[in-house]
Structure formats: structure tokens, C-alpha cells
């Protein structure tokens, strides 16, 4: 009888191993949070996860996107207390430790000043005096939200997580996903990235950085590299900007200390951590430092960064940390 039992358990085990079903690749994709998704993973026949993560993005418009009118953000900058989400409560509490961690040079309060500038929904005005806004910017004048409880801003305060959210998303889905059991994935919103695992085809996921051009072509890349288990953000100045009317080019990146335009040779900086929330604030707060970018990511263990910048003859030259080229596919 024991050996009749083992031959059954034997022959379950076996056959258990023998049905375990072949993992295809679902890709996901559209619009979202101001541009747009892609996100692959495997998963066995006809599963998808597309309505789970539709979901996800609906929710992180309905609290942190400024083109949704009745947002929580929305609704903070106009002055209204809200019964504040677990997710956006997060992000506030993550970004004023960021913008300490950083020496201000990330900072979510910075939303006048890039509204007066044009950007995020602002207009530009001449007559608009940028420096008497500077008295509304500065995180360590909120308060640390508690999720499910009424929150409210400084009078005059306004918020701008657009530094932020996509990173913070990204993370959201991956953690999604990996609750589901899926343990290959890309996942990627708004050009900010998270990789773990392999794709369908057995090799490490392959993320290409753009060369930062106005008149890039589809898939020209500065460079390639292979992420598994880390996360990559990329923050330039080279595709959000406007001229003024002496020519100026107005980029889209603004010192939270200044209130004025970055001006820097600095065209993109791509950012490799184990996480998108802070991937995606540290990329921001890269541009905003120019120069001193690689003394501000040396401040963070395990953070890797690759600066675009341009030369006095016009040609771009790479910057990076030591760590980078661990990442670059052989």
C-alpha cells in the first residue's frame, strides 16, 4: 500500500510539473497621466491584467493629475480641504523628504512659479513679478498628510507632482503585478520605468534613453541598458520649453530657489534606482542642479546616474557614475 502511494504521489508530482502552463507576454498601452503607457509581462493563456491596471491609472488621475478638475490636487489648489488619499498622502510625504534630501531643489510647492512661467496649464505674463511667489514655495510649510483625514494647503500654496507621480504610478502597477505572482515585467508610464525578470523571448528587458535632440527620429537612442529588479527615470529640457519674444528659449525645468529658469548645459539626466518614485524625483532635482548634479546623486547609495550634456562646439558628452556601466548590456 506505502508503495502504491508513493507511486501516486510520484505520478502527481509529475504531472503538476508537467501542466504548468507556458507564460505568454501581455502587452497593455494607451494614454495616460499627460502622455502615455506601455507594459509588458507573462502570464499564462488569456490572462490579462489591462482592466486592474486601467483601474490603477484612473485612480492616480482622480488624485494627482492638474488636467482632472475635480482631482485631490485639483481641489487642494483651489483652496478646499479634501479627505486625502493613502496614495496621494504618500506622495506628499515622500516629495517634502525629497526636497530635504535634495536641498530644495525638488520641491512639489514650486506650482505658481512654473504656472506664471506657462507651463502646466499657466499662461505666461511679463507683468507677473515670478520673485513675490517665492513666498508660496517651500514643502516644509505642509503639514504631513494622514491618509483619510481632512488636508488642506497654506493659503496661497498650490501643488505640482508632475516630478513625481509617474515614477510613483509605476511603482503602484509593479506592485500590482507582483501580488498577482508575476515575477517577469516592464513597466513603463509616461517614459519613466520599472523592470524585473526577462521578457517572453528569455532575455533581460532592454530600455533605450533618448538622444536628447528636437528632431529626434523614432528609436534613436543615446544609449541602452538592461534593467532587472531597478527602476530608470529620465527628466531633459529638450522637448518642454517656449520662446519668448527676444528669442529666449523658457525651459520647463524651474529652480524652486530662484524662481527662474534653469540655464545649464545639462540636457537630460537619466536616473537608475530601486524605485521610480524616487528615480523620477532625483532625475528633477538633477536638472535643477546642472553642474552640481553628480556631487547631488553621490548622496544617494545604490543610485546611478548618466548626464547628456552639451559642449561649447555643439556636441553632446556623456556624464556618468562609476556604477552606470554595470547596467550597459555587453
Known amino acids: 500500500m506505502r508503495n502504491i502511494l508513493s507511486i501516486l504521489i510520484a505520478t502527481g508530482i509529475l504531472t503538476s510539473c508537467s501542466s504548468t502552463p507556458e507564460l505568454v507576454q501581455v502587452t497593455n498601452q494607451g494614454p495616460a497621466q499627460g502622455s502615455t503607457y506601455s507594459i509588458s509581462y507573462q502570464v499564462p493563456q488569456g490572462v490579462d491584467y489591462r482592466e486592474g491596471i486601467d483601474s490603477i491609472l484612473k485612480a492616480m488621475d482622480q488624485q494627482m493629475s492638474l488636467w482632472v478638475k475635480d482631482s485631490e490636487i485639483s481641489r487642494l489648489n483651489r483652496g478646499d480641504s479634501v479627505r486625502i488619499s493613502t496614495a496621494f498622502a504618500r506622495v506628499i510625504t515622500l ?15 514650486i506650482a505658481p512659479v512654473i504656472k506664471a512661467w506657462g507651463f502646466s496649464g499657466g499662461s505666461y505674463n511679463e507683468d507677473v513679478n515670478v520673485d513675490s511667489l517665492l513666498e508660496f514655495v517651500g514643502s516644509s510649510n505642509l503639514a504631513l498628510p494622514e ?30 503585478l507582483a501580488a498577482k505572482g508575476v515575477s517577469d515585467y516592464m513597466v513603463e508610464v509616461g517614459g519613466e520605468v520599472r523592470c524585473k525578470g526577462e521578457n517572453v523571448k528569455g532575455r533581460g528587458w532592454r530600455i533605450g534613453i533618448e538622444k536628447p535632440v528636437e528632431d529626434r527620429i523614432a528609436g534613436q537612442f543615446q544609449t541602452i541598458i538592461a534593467l532587472d529588479s531597478m527602476s530608470l527615470a529620465t527628466s531633459g529640457n529638450y522637448r518642454k520649453f517656449w520662446i ?44 535643477v542642479a546642472g553642474p552640481n548634479a553628480m556631487q547631488l546623486v553621490a548622496q544617494f547609495p545604490d543610485v546611478e546616474a548618466y548626464f547628456i550634456v552639451g559642449n561649447k562646439k555643439g556636441e553632446l558628452e556623456v556624464q556618468k557614475t562609476e556604477g552606470w556601466s554595470a547596467y550597459e548590456p555587453n
Do not use: R, W
Open 95 to 109: 516629495s517634502k523628504l525629497y526636497t530635504e534630501l535634495t536641498a530644495s531643489q525638488f520641491d512639489i510647492t
Open 147 to 176: 491618509a483619510g483625514s481632512l488636508y488642506a494647503l497654506p493659503a496661497g500654496f498650490q501643488l505640482d507632482v508632475n516630478a513625481i507621480a509617474q515614477g510613483y504610478t509605476v511603482d503602484i502597477i509593479a506592485d500590482y
Open 244 to 287: 519668448d519674444e527676444t528669442g529666449q528659449k523658457v525651459v520647463h525645468t524651474i529652480d524652486p530657489e530662484t524662481g527662474q529658469p534653469v540655464i545649464s548645459n545639462v540636457l537630460s539626466a537619466s536616473i537608475i534606482a530601486s524605485n521610480a518614485t524616487l528615480a523620477d524625483a532625483l532625475a528633477t532635482a538633477c536638472m
